[in-house]
């Protein structure tokens, strides 16, 4: 197969991100277990007072609540940039060739969404040259020749508005 990977790590910050998420979620199932296990009827364990059971269990609040909260920061550094890249992408389909990826400094695919923005320069270039070719084409081509209402097609085709929608 000519389409696997080499890398195991693609984007480090995401994936390791996401392993220390799962680490977390499997200490925090293991604790609860293990507070279950505390609790079970007919379950002795030696040395464990009430106060030492409750601070367990307030413990286990504080991992639950910091797993939470760190599950959240995370997915908005994902579902923010997909979201953006997908609009942008939208924009710059609907005529705005002036459409860029901008992210915040702390949300993951920064090294993507600086190629995603290298391209739609690159694709806004070439919209820009086929336009100036069409325009070069129609000032040479006769008046009444059938190829102005091909050249006008080739036009509106790539038009361009300051607000995404087509001229």
Known sequence: MHNRRTQFVINKK???????????????????????AIFAPGLVVP???????????LAELLLLAMVWFGSIRLSHRVAG????????????????????????????????????NASLELLGQKFARVGALVEQIERDAPPDSGSRQVLEQIKAELSVSTDGREA
């Open 14 to 36: 995401a994936q390791y991100q996401y392993a220390l998420f799962v680490i977390a979620v499997a200490i925090l199932a293991v604790n609860l277990f293990v507070l279950a």
């Open 47 to 57: 040395g464990l007072t009430p106060t030492v059971t409750l601070f367990l269990g």
């Open 81 to 116: 940039p997909v979201y953006v890249i997908a609009r942008e992408i939208g924009t710059f389909a609907r005529g705005d060739h002036s459409a860029r990826v901008h992210l915040r400094t702390k949300d993951l695919f920064q090294d993507e969404s600086l190629a995603i």
